[in-house]
């Protein structure tokens, strides 16, 4: 099956056609201001320089940072009314208290805290008050708000609850876009109603952004299924993504790590993507990025679901260099302007890409626009980068035994060919659109995190896998190509009825 791979990133929109699991062409062309047209223009050239006909096409995978950069940018966000089912318990800190000023203005709606909820051993905290949650509906309704996140205590424990407010709202305000925890976040009540919240606000963008995405496919003559980049390295398809646009943050640095580990078939490496505006570095487990094991802030929100374990620094090809000081580099980049504002390019502006091409790094544009600047300057302004993504790389490093880095993105020529502490600089061909790649090859996921109660051990894991699995299914996996990738149970002595907490994660090929 022919796929095609985009990745839209903070300065280039890449894509590539790959067939029976090679690389048949690739493009890298300037993001726009509206990110639609660089999709289209990179799908117009992808299709036409690979001479591919639209028809040909089996499926399409698109990764972007653009939820992500609504929620840092404040922008785009709906308006979100919330209802936790808790009390008596979790009364003393609302809904939103945690967020950002400026975020909570854009979005915080009405919140209602009504009784219900259950205990970390499955009991109910109190009887579920299903007319204080029609009440609460109505209030949302004459407000007028549309974007609207359920939480219950404990809910993916039992998510009944959220599921019967979820039908409330719709009998009252059948206009209502519902989030419901359960679906989304794990266990702590604080971080998955953040979640939840920030999947609501992002609701109707997240359509009006799959909608898009579906026009520039249908312009360019491709009927194929669309699917979304995840924050995992996987796929889901474009409704689900529509329905859960948290899922995909992290998708683009994840796209590079998965688009690395398939060209230089290693599973266990760093890698380091260095893009247009930072160099992101991760670790591959498995083949897959390993995944963060405490909390993280998205936007300054304090969220707890998988995201892929990366340090971003303000370092890439269009990172703006001072002139009189090498060692004042970014962390502000000219972005996707680096063709306009870059002095090889005939602009104002010295990047690291000028002292790249300075260097002798890299032939890009016109080196005699930079041969005036100091080799002494050049140097020290290199050394300076190379510094940078050293000690990016050791703070990634778990243990102190060397291990091969993997260097891909359009600015992978920062990278050293040495550094301490790491086996071999690994570059791999197509290393450029490694994201793109990423998304291309990227099969579908399916999690579970739950507790289980009077189940013996094999029991419970193997119901943790079936659960994951029709997740999975339900995400657009072929069913015939499920395996487990990660199973972590944790017994829990201070419950009673032989209690153990599971995590299961399967992933599959696209159906």
């Known amino acids: 099956m022919i796929r095609i791979g985009i990745d839209v990133g903070g300065t ?8 029976a699991g090679a690389v048949r062409h690739a493009v890298k062309t300037a993001t726009t201001a509206d990110v639609m047209g660089g999709i289209v223009a990179a799908l117009g050239r992808l299709l036409a320089e690979g001479q591919v006909g639209g028809g040909a096409v089996g499926a399409v995978m698109i990764g972007t940072t653009h939820f992500t950069n609504a929620v840092v940018q404040r922008r785009g966000l709906a308006r979100t009314a919330g209802i936790r089912i808790a009390l008596p318990a979790a009364r003393t800190l609302p809904p939103f208290v945690d967020w950002p000023a400026d975020l909570r203005a854009v979005v915080a709606g009405p919140t209602f805290l009504v009784r219900g909820g259950y205990e970390v051993d499955g009991q109910p905290i109190a009887p579920f008050d299903a007319e204080a949650v029609r009440a609460a509906a109505r209030a949302i309704r004459a407000d007028g708000t549309r974007a609207v996140a359920v939480t219950g205590a404990f809910s993916p424990l039992n998510p009944d609850q959220e599921e019967k407010a979820a039908a409330i709202l719709a009998e009252e305000w059948p206009e209502a876009q519902v989030t419901r925890s359960h679906e989304l976040g794990r266990i702590g009540l604080l971080a998955r109603e953040n979640v939840s919240l920030l999947n609501a606000a992002l609701g109707p963008m997240a359509a009006h952004t799959v909608a898009a995405f579906r026009d520039a496919l249908a312009g360019a003559g491709v009927a194929a299924p669309l699917f979304i980049t995840q924050n995992d390295g996987t796929v889901v398809t474009a409704d689900e993504a529509a329905a859960y646009p948290v899922r995909s943050f992290a998708s683009g640095p994840t796209n590079s790590l998965r688009g690395a580990a398939f060209l230089s078939g290693l ?37 707890l679901f998988r995201m892929p374990d990366l340090l971003s620094i303000g370092l890439g090809g269009g990172t703006l260099c001072d002139p009189d000081d090498p060692n004042r580099i970014g962390p502000v980049s000219v972005g996707f302007r680096l063709t306009e504002r870059a002095r090889v390019f005939g602009g104002p502006d010295l990047t690291a890409t000028d002292v790249a091409v300075a260097a002798g790094l890299v032939e890009l544009g016109d080196r005699g626009r930079v041969a005036g600047l100091d080799p002494a300057y050049v140097r020290a302004a290199v050394a300076r980068m190379h510094a940078m993504i050293a000690d990016a790389v050791d703070r990634m490093k778990s243990d102190a035994e060397p291990v091969p880095l993997v260097a891909v993105g359009g600015g992978a020529f920062l990278v050293p060919d040495t550094l301490p502490g790491i086996s071999e600089v690994v570059r791999v061909p197509h290393q450029g659109v490694a994201n793109a790649l990423g998304a291309a090859i990227a099969q579908v996921s399916g999690e579970v995190d739950q507790i289980f109660r009077d189940l013996p051990r094999e029991q419970a894991m193997a ?5 994951a699995e029709a997740r999975a299914v339900r995400a657009g996996a072929a069913a015939g190509s499920l395996k487990l990738v990660e199973m972590e149970d944790i017994p829990l002595a201070y419950l009673p009825g032989n209690s153990l907490r599971v995590r299961a994660r399967v992933v599959g090929d696209v159906a």
């Open 12 to 19: 280039n929109t890449d894509a590539v056609l790959i067939a």
């Open 267 to 303: 599973d266990r490496a760093l890698v380091v993507d260095v893009g247009g505006t930072t160099s992101d570095v991760g670790s591959l487990v498995a083949g897959f990025p390993r995944e963060a094991n405490n909390v993280v802030e998205v936007g300054g929100v304090r969220t």
């Open 463 to 467: 119901r943790a896998r079936e659960l």
